[in-house]
């Protein structure tokens, strides 16, 4: 068997390559090196660029110098590592790495990464020399912590001063959260050397399959920033994300100092069923079934340690776990789990309702519905599961809910939600339209599709609110633009992100050749084997379309334009499609045959006079025009003072303004729309969400108004 799998792997090499490596990583001991498998994959993507994708790309000198200049961003953006010396060296490789990955050839791009590897260890092996050093907190110096417009390092000399400076930074951060006891620098010193130290431990685990993630996003993105390729990984994790379920033990892991800790437990999940794990609890082992041999896997990478936990829905695992709290020697207890099929809640639709107090005097009540990113369990849709989850099925039974209790109206708030699917996106649509186009596709060959929402009757008929920002992106901005084309509701926030692509996922192994296919599958019989249903060699996710209104205007790198606008925190410039340098350009069609169902367009200039007043007079406004400031303020600096009392004064100084501006806070809490809370993550302050809710109490006021008029 053997002999077979080494002539397997052999002709693979030689029909992936085609030629001899550029580069022999051979003549380093230690040196991370591509397999057979990762040739045949870069090979096949390129192939799928210069074919089918929507930007077919000739992967000339000019595509070359991008995936160069990618992959040295990637790895080192910061320019915290990588000596000038190491670049001057790369460069021989800039005009040349396009062609190698059309050979099959990744041991340029190797070479490069495992320069930066010896880089990285090189910097924290100094870094742990100085945590003992002596560091004078009293001098007036600074640390450049963003040094991305900086040079790279000329000399050793240069980058031990950095580091030098990064080790007392760190330090400084620790004394002043702490005290300056001789017993608490120990401290101090004790938890900064263990932190780097996991830094080392993990970058050593570093192994040729995430070296090849890291090569294969410069390549994509060299074409398209929302191509990707997906390791067998992260193809798994991206395909769980989009269906908002998976199936498992229901626990969020994470890793520690070399050991699996549970970062969180997730409701309606085994483990929270069965209450048989807390947050901390820490897994050192791991069997199958109820008499399978255990694993010690601690020292383990986190995604090897997740792909033994997970498993098959009826599948039992068991673990050795030391409870939170307990030394590490403790006797472990046994947890015995089946797995199961698992919701993530948290990141599906949600709903709550808020009272608010019109201009009118009046109180109405307006349902809110918080979308965080529009999911579908294709493979249970495509079983005919009739419970599978997604998007529009959960926000029907939100808006049944809601008219139960009588709201006056919705607000769909899509910020932050950065899309997903397609089909679902034209679904929700349905929800408020009775049937008509949505979305219109032109594929590669600029045939154009009208997708349409084909269902009769609506699930909302009242007053509608859509909230975006500048991170609603895809099915986000196609949603929020058919609400606005058809006049069918109130859009409101800033500008959205501007993706007006669409993407197809492809199990590579339906573009590997057969031959290829089953060489590769003698590699991978003496590997470990992937659960069922992950893509045996990754997935890529190309940009096969691309989307535009049902006016005919592509919402790439424009978005949507709100009907009632905000101030942004996030700027266009450096936020949002128009700042990928490889993105595709804005342009026009024709207009789908569609009958708009209202104009609204009298009624947004009386709420945007009445929303402009309020502005005119609000502290709340006030305090989000000063958070602008502040960002635009804080993204300009690049430096901060090591001098203790300064840095302390600073601090102290912010910690004062903040109180002062929270007592402000609680103290007009009350003068708020709704009376709210009023800080959220979102923007600073709730005041987005409260204003629009505002927005809708005054429209909902003058669509009865207008009603009782007729």
Same mark, same amino acid.
Not at 1 to 25: E, Q, T, Y
Not at 343 to 367: L, M, P
Not at 486 to 497: A, E, F, M, N, T
Not at 539 to 557: E, V
């Given at each position: 068997?053997?002999?077979?799998?080494?002539?397997?792997?052999?002709?693979?090499?030689?029909?992936?390559?085609?030629?001899?490596?550029?580069?022999?990583?051979?003549?380093?001991?230690?040196?991370?090196? $591509?397999?057979?498998?990762?040739?045949?994959?870069?090979?096949?993507?390129?192939?799928?660029?210069?074919?089918?994708?929507?930007?077919?790309?000739?992967?000339?000198?000019?595509?070359?110098?991008?995936?160069?200049?990618?992959?040295?961003?990637?790895?080192?953006?910061?320019?915290?590592?990588?000596?000038?010396?190491?670049?001057?060296?790369?460069?021989?490789?800039?005009?040349?790495?396009?062609?190698?990955?059309?050979?099959?050839?990744?041991?340029?791009?190797?070479?490069?990464?495992?320069?930066?590897?010896?880089?990285?260890?090189?910097?924290?092996?100094?870094?742990?020399?100085?945590?003992?050093?002596?560091?004078?907190?009293?001098?007036?110096?600074?640390?450049?912590?963003?040094?991305?417009?900086?040079?790279?390092?000329?000399?050793?000399?240069?980058?031990?001063?950095?580091?030098?400076?990064?080790?007392?930074?760190?330090?400084?951060?620790?004394?002043?959260?702490?005290?300056?006891?001789?017993?608490?620098?120990?401290?101090?010193?004790?938890?900064?050397?263990?932190?780097?130290?996991?830094?080392?431990?993990?970058?050593?685990?570093?192994?040729?399959?995430?070296?090849?993630?890291?090569?294969?996003?410069?390549?994509?993105?060299?074409?398209?920033?929302?191509?990707?390729?997906?390791?067998?990984?992260?193809?798994?994790?991206?395909?769980?994300?989009?269906?908002?379920?998976?199936?498992?033990?229901?626990?969020?892991?994470?890793?520690?100092?070399?050991?699996?800790?549970?970062?969180?437990?997730?409701?309606?999940?085994?483990?929270?069923?069965?209450?048989?794990?807390?947050?901390?609890?820490?897994?050192?082992?791991?069997?199958?079934?109820?008499?399978?041999?255990?694993?010690?896997?601690?020292?383990?990478?986190?995604?090897?340690?997740?792909?033994?936990?997970?498993? $098959?829905?009826?599948?039992?695992?068991?673990?050795?776990?030391?409870?939170?709290?307990?030394?590490?020697?403790?006797?472990?207890?046994?947890?015995?789990?089946?797995?199961?099929?698992?919701?993530?809640?948290?990141?599906?639709?949600?709903?709550?309702?808020?009272?608010?107090?019109?201009?009118?005097?009046?109180?109405?009540?307006?349902?809110?519905?918080?979308?965080?990113?529009?999911?579908?369990?294709?493979?249970?849709?495509?079983?005919?599961?009739?419970?599978?989850?997604?998007?529009?099925?959960?926000?029907?039974?939100?808006?049944?809910?809601?008219?139960?209790?009588?709201?006056?109206?919705?607000?769909?708030?899509?910020?932050?939600?950065?899309?997903?699917?397609?089909?679902?996106?034209?679904?929700?649509?349905?929800?408020?339209?009775?049937?008509?186009?949505?979305?219109?596709?032109?594929?590669?060959?600029?045939?154009?599709?009208?997708?349409?929402?084909?269902?009769?009757?609506?699930?909302?008929?009242?007053?509608?609110?859509?909230?975006?920002?500048?991170?609603?992106?895809?099915?986000?901005?196609?949603?929020?633009?058919?609400?606005?084309?058809?006049?069918?509701?109130?859009?409101?926030?800033?500008?959205?992100?501007?993706?007006?692509?669409?993407?197809?996922?492809?199990?590579?192994?339906?573009?590997?050749?057969?031959?290829?296919?089953?060489?590769?599958?003698?590699?991978?019989?003496?590997?470990?084997?992937?659960?069922?249903?992950?893509?045996?060699?990754?997935?890529?996710?190309?940009?096969?379309?691309?989307?535009?209104?049902?006016?005919?205007?592509?919402?790439?790198?424009?978005?949507?334009? $709100?009907?009632?606008?905000?101030?942004?925190?996030?700027?266009?410039?450096?936020?949002?499609?128009?700042?990928?340098?490889?993105?595709?350009?804005?342009?026009?069609?024709?207009?789908?045959?569609?009958?708009?169902?209202?104009?609204?367009?009298?009624?947004?200039?009386?709420?945007?006079?009445?929303?402009?007043?309020?502005?005119?007079?609000? $502290?709340?406004?006030?305090?989000?025009?000063?958070?602008?400031?502040?960002?635009?303020?804080?993204?300009?600096?690049?430096?901060?003072?090591?001098?203790?009392?300064?840095?302390?004064?600073?601090?102290?100084?912010?910690?004062?303004?903040?109180?002062?501006?929270?007592?402000?806070?609680?103290?007009?809490?009350?003068?708020?729309?709704?009376?709210?809370?009023?800080?959220?993550?979102?923007?600073?302050?709730?005041?987005?969400?409260?204003?629009?809710?505002?927005?809708?109490?005054?429209?909902?006021?003058?669509?009865?108004?207008?009603?009782?008029?007729?």
């Amino acid at each position: 068997m053997l002999k077979k799998v080494f002539f397997a792997l052999f002709v693979v090499a030689i029909a992936a390559c085609g030629s001899k490596p550029r580069v022999n990583l051979e003549a380093e001991t230690g040196a991370l090196k $591509p397999t057979a498998q990762h040739a045949v994959i870069a090979k096949d993507v390129v192939g799928l660029f210069e074919s089918v994708s929507y930007k077919k790309v000739p992967f000339n000198d000019s595509i070359s110098s991008i995936i160069f200049d990618n992959l040295i961003e990637a790895m080192d953006q910061g320019k915290n590592y990588l000596m000038q010396a190491d670049i001057d060296e790369f460069e021989q490789y800039r005009n040349t790495l396009g062609q190698d990955f059309r050979d099959g050839d990744l041991s340029a791009a190797y070479q490069i990464f495992n320069v930066y590897m010896k880089r990285y260890l090189e910097r924290l092996d100094y870094a742990l020399t100085q945590v003992d050093a002596s560091h004078d907190f009293s001098v007036d110096e600074r640390y450049v912590y963003n040094r991305e417009h900086e040079g790279w390092f000329a000399s050793e000399a240069e980058a031990n001063d950095q580091w030098r400076k990064r080790v007392k930074y760190d330090l400084l951060n620790l004394r002043l959260s702490g005290n300056g006891s001789d017993s608490a620098v120990v401290k101090q010193k004790e938890t900064l050397t263990n932190r780097y130290k996991n830094l080392v431990s993990m970058a050593k685990k570093t192994d040729n399959n995430e070296a090849f993630q890291i090569i294969m996003s410069a390549l994509t993105n060299a074409i398209d920033p929302h191509t990707s390729y997906f390791n067998p990984f992260f193809a798994q994790r991206f395909n769980e994300e989009m269906a908002n379920t998976f199936e498992g033990i229901g626990a969020r892991l994470t890793s520690e100092n070399e050991v699996i800790k549970v970062a969180d437990v997730i409701v309606g999940g085994p483990v929270y069923k069965e209450k048989a794990l807390q947050i901390d609890d820490r897994i050192i082992g791991v069997a199958q079934g109820e008499d399978g041999e255990f694993e010690d896997i601690i020292g383990w990478k986190l995604d090897h340690a997740v792909a033994k936990i997970k498993g $098959p829905k009826g599948t039992v695992v068991r673990l050795k776990v030391v409870p939170a709290g307990q030394e590490l020697t403790t006797e472990p207890k046994i947890v015995s789990l089946t797995r199961d099929r698992v919701v993530i809640e948290d990141e599906s639709a949600k709903r709550e309702i808020k009272e608010v107090v019109g201009d009118d005097g009046k109180t109405y009540r307006v349902g809110i519905i918080s979308l965080p990113k529009f999911y579908i369990d294709f493979d249970a849709y495509r079983r005919n599961d009739p419970n599978y989850k997604s998007t529009t099925r959960d926000v029907r039974l939100l808006l049944d809910t809601l008219k139960q209790e009588k709201v006056d109206a919705v607000v769909m708030d899509l910020r932050f939600n950065g899309g997903g699917s397609l089909q679902e996106s034209i679904e929700l649509t349905g929800l408020f339209i009775d049937k008509g186009p949505v979305v219109q596709v032109r594929d590669t060959r600029n045939q154009v599709e009208v997708n349409s929402d084909r269902e009769d009757g609506v699930a909302w008929d009242g007053p509608l609110g859509v909230i975006i920002n500048r991170f609603s992106a895809s099915a986000s901005e196609i949603f929020a633009a058919a609400i606005q084309d058809y006049g069918r509701g109130i859009i409101l926030g800033s500008q959205s992100y501007g993706k007006g692509t669409v993407q197809s996922a492809i199990d590579m192994s339906r573009v590997i050749s057969p031959t290829d296919r089953l060489l590769l599958k003698a590699q991978a019989d003496d590997g470990e084997s992937l659960p069922t249903g992950v893509p045996q060699f990754g997935q890529i996710n190309i940009t096969l379309a691309k989307f535009y209104r049902i006016t005919g205007s592509s919402t790439q790198h424009k978005g949507v334009e $709100p009907d009632i606008n905000f101030p942004s925190l996030y700027s266009a410039e450096k936020y949002g499609e128009s700042s990928e340098p490889s993105a595709l350009p804005w342009d026009q069609i024709n207009a789908a045959d569609f009958a708009p169902v209202g104009n609204l367009n009298t009624a947004i200039t009386q709420l945007t006079a009445k929303h402009q007043s309020r502005m005119d007079g609000s $502290p709340a406004y006030k305090f989000l025009l000063e958070d602008i400031d502040l960002m635009q303020k804080q993204e300009t600096e690049t430096s901060v003072t090591l001098q203790e009392d300064q840095l302390k004064k600073e601090r102290e100084e912010g910690r004062l303004k903040n109180k002062s501006r929270t007592d402000a806070l609680q103290q007009m809490k009350i003068n708020l729309p709704g009376g709210g809370a009023t800080t959220n993550l979102d923007e600073g302050l709730d005041f987005i969400q409260e204003e629009s809710l505002a927005v809708m109490a005054d429209y909902v006021a003058l669509t009865k108004k207008n009603n009782s008029s007729l």
